[in-house]
């Protein structure tokens, strides 16, 4: 069960209208790597636990506090679009200044949200339920969560970066705070993982049924050898179970595919044609 706190966590509030950001703002919100993303992912991810504990808990409470960060944003957002000059554009547009602005400005702010936020990324593209990562296996996810989070601040970062706004600023500090709070959290979470069942994922599958003969084998596929030199390619492997191997100039170990040619009905190309052995007639009737 969900309850709404009407208080924000944190601040939300600009020093001035700026359009363009809030149209910039909206990645972080409903991005590949935005805030709906992890809230749904984190959520999703507690939800499928089979059986309570404190990755549950991890799970839900990072979640929950991801709502938060959508109302936050929301509200920027809001608060961007609010007394910004879209009723009159034309005027405002001999400005330079007003025109560059309200050039980059994203219409459906205006037209279709009045002047709110959207569930959508910030060229529009309406968040996508096959962003989030939700499989069952902790570590597999974890690992997801990981990269989800190194990614939402690095964006957070870049627009940071890309306004003076000492109000905007503000409130951005704060997700990048909790981003590098939620990327220990997550490296602090694998690590256990992987002392308590390995590194490789899944960690239950028997191993005696892959090749193992190419288990810890780099394959060099660039000119040059410059895959070499890092530490995957030779000494222990990570995971305890074998030694990194390279090979410089790896040989094909099957021979070239020859398929049959596809049933009349299906109407591919004529194999003498694909082949070049022959010319093809098709028929007048």
């Not at 879209?86 to 400005?95: C, I, L, R, S, T």
């Not at 892959?210 to 810890?216: A, I, L, T």
Request: proline share 9%; with cysteine; hydrophobic share 40%.
């Amino acid at each position: 069960m969900f309850y709404h706190v009407k208080e924000l966590q944190y601040q939300a509030k600009p020093e001035r209208p700026d359009p363009l950001f809030a149209k910039k703002l909206q990645e972080v919100l409903g991005g590949q790597f935005g805030e709906i993303s992890v809230a749904m992912q984190y959520l999703f991810q507690g939800w499928n636990i089979r059986g309570n504990g404190k990755y549950k808990d991890l799970l839900l409470d990072t979640g929950t506090e991801e709502l938060a960060h959508i109302e936050m944003l929301a509200t920027m957002i809001a608060r961007l679009l609010d007394n910004a000059p879209v009723a009159d554009q034309e005027e405002a547009a001999k400005n330079p200044v007003i025109a560059a602005v309200l050039g980059g400005m994203n219409p459906q702010h205006a037209i279709v949200t009045g002047l709110g936020a959207a569930p959508t990324d910030s060229v529009g593209y309406p968040w996508n339920g096959r962003y989030i990562i939700a499989s069952g296996n902790l570590l597999a996810d974890f690992r997801a969560n990981l990269n989800a989070e190194s990614q939402g601040r690095l964006q957070v970062a870049r627009l940071y970066e890309q306004t003076s706004d000492r109000g905007v600023r503000d409130m951005l500090s704060w997700l990048l705070a909790r981003d590098t709070m939620h990327q220990n959290q997550w490296m602090a979470a694998i690590a256990e993982l992987e002392e308590k069942e390995g590194k490789v994922v899944p960690s239950t599958f028997p191993r005696k049924l892959e090749k193992r003969e190419v288990s810890y084998t780099l394959f060099n596929f660039s000119r040059g050898d410059d895959s070499a030199l890092g530490r995957w390619a030779s000494g222990p492997s990570p995971d305890g179970c074998g030694r990194f191997n390279y090979v410089a100039n790896p040989v094909p170990l099957a021979p070239a595919p020859h398929l049959p040619p596809a049933p009349p009905y299906i109407y591919d190309t004529p194999p003498g044609v694909v082949s070049g052995k022959g010319p093809f007639v098709p028929p007048c009737y």
